[in-house]
């Protein structure tokens, strides 16, 4: 089953340059999930993903501070590897930053 979480808003110190970095800033995630699914036909939530739970953990790894987006997309696949339920992910984060752009998104995928 495929799980589309989509433009979870998240707040982080993000950029290259120290001023960038600055304050924080938002960034849309959102993720592709292909998942081992039982639920839909035992109705039983021991049986699916923990939805809030993923949620929780992606906004914690937006704490901090780092200057890619990609090293923020591969700390939130490392942690999502802990959901035995997850087969396959992948995490498209958008920046707002470039004038006359409406974002820009880097994509990364596991496996």
Do not use: N
């Not at 700390?75 to 930053?97: G, N, P, S």
């Amino acid at each position: 089953m495929l799980l589309t979480i989509s433009d979870l808003e998240l707040w982080t110190h993000i950029g290259v340059p120290d001023e960038e970095r600055r304050s924080e800033q938002r960034i849309l995630a959102t993720l592709e999930l292909t998942i081992k699914e039982e639920a839909e036909k035992s109705d039983s939530l021991e049986d699916t993903l923990d939805y809030d739970a993923l949620v929780r953990v992606v906004k914690k790894c937006a704490k901090g501070e780092r200057k890619t987006l990609e090293r923020l997309g591969g700390e939130i696949i490392e942690a999502l590897k802990k959901f035995d339920r997850i087969e396959k992910m992948t995490v498209h984060l958008t920046k707002f930053v470039i004038p006359g752009t409406a974002g820009i998104t880097v994509s990364l995928s596991h496996p």
